[in-house]
């Protein structure tokens, strides 16, 4: 019977399995050999110790924390959630470096967008300071006591933040879809580092935009000139190249373009009219020259109206060559404005470019996105007029963001791991009400304590997980009163990081027998059935909202998980009675992992024939903590 180690994914051995499997020959004894690997690499390998890189002190250890697994877990907190039984949304309270850790495995790949608004590194920031040796340890040790800001007189004021940064953003790329998308808020203070580090982590060919967000609009008496924006830097799992037809002409052309995670948006077609009748209906003019000098794109077009002759502006070209050109004037596709004695424009027509969509501008208006204060008004419109955040982000920006990386309508999971205020859980639960969609939002939240002299804390938030949750509640009753759609799912299930369930073997060397006697019990008195099951499910891979149908045999529970994917039973006195009823539950069409507790049998006798009896019903995967 297997044993769980009761980790999470190791991911430095995941990264030697996948070179292993590129290179084969590389592998010596079960190791990598280095000398061979430079050789099957050639002269892409840097020798030179003069080299550009971006590099800080601690970034060597910040990579180790990201790399080591971690042996804590997450413990359902039911009292706390809402429609535990029925929502698939998760709001996870802990640090968020060993919650990425611990979501590994179940989540591998399976996130469509991940926005974060992490601290800014203001100077009155709380900065996240990971503890290598014991990061549960150190992450208790941190939520029982008030946070302390990285201050700017602090020597290690830009490396402390790139230190907290980078693992989180190591972990967080291993979660996303090929086809998933990160947008992180920044502004001047760190978004230099932070382009840097994602340049490192993403690629810096998956760079998506670098998007300027009008946070406010009123003028700041700020030094020099008064800062109304921030960033949204934007970047790709993995960009990949793709075509698109576009009919501009009698026959079909194909441009390439380059296709990320960011989906063109529904076209207006308000912005479409029909001013002369054209029998294939509404259109709009665009410019018909395009960006680059290419001499066989560079002709002069005379205006039949006018005679005037038009060369492109400078530093440009026109979108076809010259024989193009006039089977578009012939095909009634040019127009030279609305009075027809301007410069030529091309005739684009809703029902040709509908299917494609309309590309996004990199440019967020406050009109067109809301500001920072739209975001406080909606917190107090949820809160009695309280607000309770200083800058939280409008539902609106997020929705955007949303709209770019998910298609309408779809089930993607949306992840946020430094929810804050709870703006994005907000937003997918307003854009999946406008959309039909059923989109899943992950939360994670550090619990930090709010000051005893806060309006937060006078209200009864003790900390600021206790304010997410609850707008998230107000949030989800508001859509639901306004839109009436009673199937939107405004739930979440809530899990707290702690120590893992299992105790760690720590015998006392002062007394071992007695010591040996308390590891024969190995799950920690305190600890539930459920503790333990979620345990199990994050460690084996399986997502926390998976179907689990409770199965009751004689007052023992046997957990029936994903119709029969996993059954497992967390008793003590197990006898071959139990073994017999999970084989009832075993599926027709694919296997079964079986998981019991290591001191759950009767004796060792049954154990055995556990095992055997499992293997002759086709049973062979069994496993045990």
Same mark, same amino acid.
């Given at each position: 019977?297997? +044993?769980l180690?009761?980790? $999470?994914?190791?991911?430095?051995k /995941?990264?030697?399995q996948?070179?292993?499997?590129?290179?084969?020959?590389i592998?010596?004894?079960?190791?990598?050999d =280095?000398?061979?690997?430079r050789?099957?690499?050639?002269?892409?390998?840097?020798?030179?110790?003069?080299?550009?890189?971006f590099?800080w002190?601690?970034?060597?250890?910040?990579?180790?924390?990201?790399?080591?697994?971690?042996?804590?877990?997450? *413990?359902?907190?039911?009292?706390?959630?809402?429609?535990?039984?029925?929502t698939?949304n998760?709001?996870?309270?802990?640090?968020?470096?060993?919650?990425?850790?611990?979501l590994?495995?179940?989540?591998?790949?399976k996130?469509k967008?991940?926005?974060?608004?992490p601290?800014?590194?203001?100077?009155?920031?709380?900065?996240y300071?990971?503890?290598?040796?014991?990061n549960?340890?150190?992450?208790?040790?941190?939520?029982?006591?008030?946070?302390?800001?990285?201050?700017?007189s602090?020597?290690?004021?830009?490396?402390?933040? %790139?230190?907290m940064?980078?693992?989180?953003?190591?972990?967080? *790329?291993?979660?996303?879809?090929?086809d998933?998308?990160?947008?992180? !808020?920044?502004?001047?203070?760190?978004?230099?580092?932070? !382009?840097?580090?994602? #340049?490192e982590?993403?690629?810096?060919?998956?760079?998506?935009?670098?998007?300027?967000?009008?946070?406010?609009q009123s003028?700041?008496n700020d030094t020099? %000139?008064?800062?109304?924006?921030?960033?949204?830097?934007?970047?790709a799992?993995?960009?990949r190249?793709?075509?698109?037809?576009?009919?501009?002409?009698?026959?079909?052309?194909?441009h390439?373009?380059?296709?990320?995670?960011c989906?063109?948006l529904?076209?207006?077609?308000?912005?479409?009219?029909?001013p002369?009748?054209?029998?294939?209906?509404?259109?709009?003019?665009d410019?018909?020259?395009?960006?680059?000098? *290419? &001499?066989?794109?560079?002709?002069?077009?005379?205006?039949?109206n006018?005679?005037?002759r038009?060369?492109?502006? *400078?530093?440009?070209?026109?979108r076809?060559?010259?024989?193009?050109?006039k089977?578009? %004037?012939?095909?009634?596709?040019i127009?030279?404005?609305?009075?027809? /004695?301007?410069? &030529?424009?091309?005739?684009?027509?809703?029902?040709?470019?509908?299917?494609?969509?309309?590309?996004? $501008?990199?440019?967020?208006?406050?009109?067109?996105?809301?500001?920072?204060?739209?975001?406080?008004?909606? @917190?107090?419109?949820?809160?009695?007029?309280?607000?309770?955040?200083?800058t939280?982000?409008p539902?609106k920006?997020?929705?955007? @963001?949303?709209?770019?990386?998910?298609?309408s309508?779809?089930?993607?999971?949306i992840?946020?791991?430094?929810?804050?205020?709870?703006t994005?859980?907000?937003?997918?639960?307003r854009?999946n009400a406008?959309?039909?969609?059923?989109? +899943?939002?992950?939360?994670?939240?550090?619990?930090?304590?709010?000051?005893e002299?806060?309006?937060?804390?006078?209200?009864?938030?003790?900390?600021?997980?206790e304010?997410?949750?609850?707008?998230?509640?107000?949030?989800g #009753?508001?859509?639901?009163e306004?839109?009436?759609?009673?199937?939107?799912?405004?739930g979440?299930?809530?899990?707290?990081?702690?120590?893992?369930?299992?105790?760690?073997?720590? &015998?006392?060397?002062?007394?071992?027998?007695?010591?040996?006697?308390?590891?024969?019990e190995?799950?920690?008195? #305190?600890r539930s059935?459920?503790d333990?099951? =979620?345990?199990? @499910?994050?460690?084996?891979?399986? &997502?926390?909202?998976?179907?689990?149908?409770?199965?009751d045999?004689?007052g023992?529970?046997i957990?029936?998980?994903?119709?029969?994917s996993?059954?497992?039973?967390?008793?003590?006195?197990?006898?071959?009675e139990?073994?017999?009823?999970?084989?009832?539950?075993?599926?027709?069409?694919?296997?079964?992992?079986?998981?019991f507790?290591?001191?759950?049998?009767?004796?060792?006798?049954? +154990?055995?024939n556990?095992?055997?009896?499992?293997?002759?019903?086709?049973?062979?995967?069994?496993r $045990?903590?």
């Open positions: 019977m297997e +044993k180690d009761g980790k $999470s994914l190791d991911i430095t /995941e990264n030697i996948a070179l292993k499997q590129l290179f084969p020959e592998v010596t004894e079960g190791k990598i =280095f000398d061979k690997l050789v099957v690499l050639g002269d892409e390998i840097e020798t030179r110790k003069e080299k550009y890189e590099t002190h601690g970034k060597t250890q910040a990579l180790k924390m990201a790399q080591t697994p971690s042996t804590g877990t997450l *413990r359902p907190d039911t009292e706390t959630s809402k429609n535990w039984n029925k698939q998760l709001y996870i309270e802990g640090d968020n470096l060993e919650v990425l850790k611990l590994q495995k179940s989540y591998f790949g996130i967008m991940i926005y974060i608004d601290p800014y590194n203001t100077g009155r920031d709380f900065v300071k990971d503890n290598f040796k014991d549960i340890k150190n992450y208790k040790e941190t939520t029982g006591q008030e946070t302390k800001s990285n201050s700017e602090n020597g290690r004021y830009h490396t402390n933040w %790139l230190n940064m980078y693992p989180r953003l190591k972990l967080a *790329r291993n979660l996303l879809k090929n998933g998308v990160i947008f992180i !808020s920044i502004d001047d203070n760190e978004e230099n580092n932070l !382009s840097k580090i994602c #340049d982590i993403f690629g810096e060919d998956n760079l998506v935009a670098k998007i300027p967000w009008q946070a406010r003028i700041q020099d %000139l008064s800062s109304s924006h921030e960033y949204i830097l934007a970047y799992k993995k960009r190249q793709t075509h698109r037809r576009l009919k501009e002409t009698n026959k079909d052309v194909w390439s373009i380059e296709e990320f995670a989906y063109p529904p076209l207006d077609e308000n912005k479409f009219d029909n002369d009748n054209d029998p294939r209906g509404p259109w709009k003019a410019p018909f020259d395009a960006p680059n000098i *290419r &001499p066989n794109l560079t002709y002069e077009i005379t205006n039949p006018t005679g005037e038009f060369l492109p502006p *400078r530093g440009r070209c026109w076809t060559d010259e024989k193009s050109f089977k578009l %004037l012939e095909d009634n596709r127009i030279f404005g609305k009075t027809g /004695e301007s410069k &030529p424009q091309l005739k684009v027509f809703y029902h040709e470019k509908k299917e494609f969509g309309s590309v996004e $501008s990199t440019w967020f208006s406050g009109d067109n996105y809301g500001t920072a204060t739209h975001g406080t008004k909606e @917190l107090q419109n949820l809160f009695n007029g309280v607000s309770y955040f200083d939280p982000k539902t920006l997020i929705k955007k @963001l949303i709209q770019l990386s998910t298609r309508g779809s089930e993607e999971y992840m946020d791991f430094f929810s804050g205020s709870s994005t859980a907000n937003a997918v639960m854009i406008e959309d039909g969609g059923k989109r +899943k939002f992950i939360m994670v939240q550090l619990p930090e304590l709010t000051d002299k806060s309006e937060p804390y006078k209200a009864g938030y003790k900390n600021i997980c304010i997410g949750k609850e707008r998230i509640r107000r949030a #009753d508001k859509i639901v306004e839109t009436r759609k009673t199937d939107l799912d405004t979440f299930k809530v899990f707290k990081l702690d120590s893992s369930n299992v105790k760690p073997w720590d &015998p006392n060397l002062e007394n071992l027998e007695e010591g040996m006697l308390e590891q024969l190995n799950i920690k008195e #305190d059935k459920e333990l099951l =979620f345990e199990i @499910l994050l460690k084996i891979g399986i &997502p926390l909202t998976t179907q689990i149908e409770e199965v045999y004689k023992k529970t957990f029936n998980v994903a119709y029969g996993v059954l497992l039973c967390l008793e003590d006195d197990i006898d071959l139990i073994v017999h009823e999970m084989i009832k539950l075993k599926p027709e069409d694919f296997d079964t992992k079986v998981i507790k290591e001191s759950g049998f009767l004796n060792d006798s049954v +154990k055995t556990a095992i055997q009896t499992l293997k002759k019903n086709g049973i062979n995967d069994v $045990s903590v």
